[in-house]
């Protein structure tokens, strides 16, 4: 299936404004592949489908993964929004053609809502742009924005940081996928602070 024809069946399977932003992402995605010199067409693949799993309503989202046979654990039993990406792998495959076998393409469709350790550069870069489309305005939005330009990493670490704080603020669940995938780049940014630190102590001594 080309890009043109899951374009299509895309629109006809979601609601216009969640296909509006599907193609913003996509786009947004695209941008940032060029950018960093990934593979744009697995970055064009995992952006535009990324939400190809919103065809199921989040109230019908937890029957429908019980039905197709997918692990529901107790953070998505709990806010089944979070389903939506375990849905799209499924749908990616048997409704749009990806190979099963494309882990690149479905690890980026299923961690781009929680993000998670050891995220691959195409996964990094359609998590970034869903959260910096053009349509998105949200409290800190600006300030990942300017960093995904800069450094994917740095992009990710300001997004896990804002959007724990919203879930914290609003009473919400933080998947364990979240927290480990901040975790990991928190203590990246830790361990080279503190490299600096040691390295500007010993030329101070010098």
Not at 7 to 18: I, V
Not at 117 to 139: N, Q, S, W, Y
Not at 142 to 171: F, H, K, P, V
Request: charged share 30%; with cysteine; proline share 2%.
């Amino acid at each position: 299936m080309t890009i043109e024809e899951m374009r299509a069946l895309l629109q006809q399977s979601l609601k216009p404004k969640r296909y509006e932003h599907s193609l913003r992402v996509y786009e947004t995605a695209l941008q940032m592949a060029k950018h960093y010199h990934a593979e744009e067409q697995k970055v064009a693949l995992a952006a535009l489908l990324h939400d190809c799993g919103r065809q199921v309503s989040k109230e019908a989202s937890a029957a429908k993964a019980e039905e197709l046979g997918i692990a529901v654990d107790a953070v998505e039993k709990a806010q089944p929004i979070l389903l939506h990406a375990k849905l799209g792998v499924y749908y990616a495959v048997h409704k749009y053609g990806v190979s099963p076998d494309d882990r690149e393409v479905l690890d980026a469709i299923r961690y781009h809502s929680t993000g998670t350790a050891d995220m691959t550069e195409t996964a990094k870069i359609v998590f970034l742009a869903d959260l910096i489309e053009p349509g998105r305005d949200f409290a800190g939005v600006e300030d990942i924005r300017e960093a995904s330009w800069q450094d994917l990493d740095r992009g990710m670490l300001l997004s896990y940081d804002n959007t724990i704080r919203y879930l914290l603020e609003d009473g919400l669940l933080i998947h364990p996928d979240a927290i480990a995938g901040y975790n990991q780049l928190a203590a990246k940014y830790l361990m080279a602070h503190n490299e600096q630190n040691k390295s500007e102590k010993n030329k101070k001594k010098n």
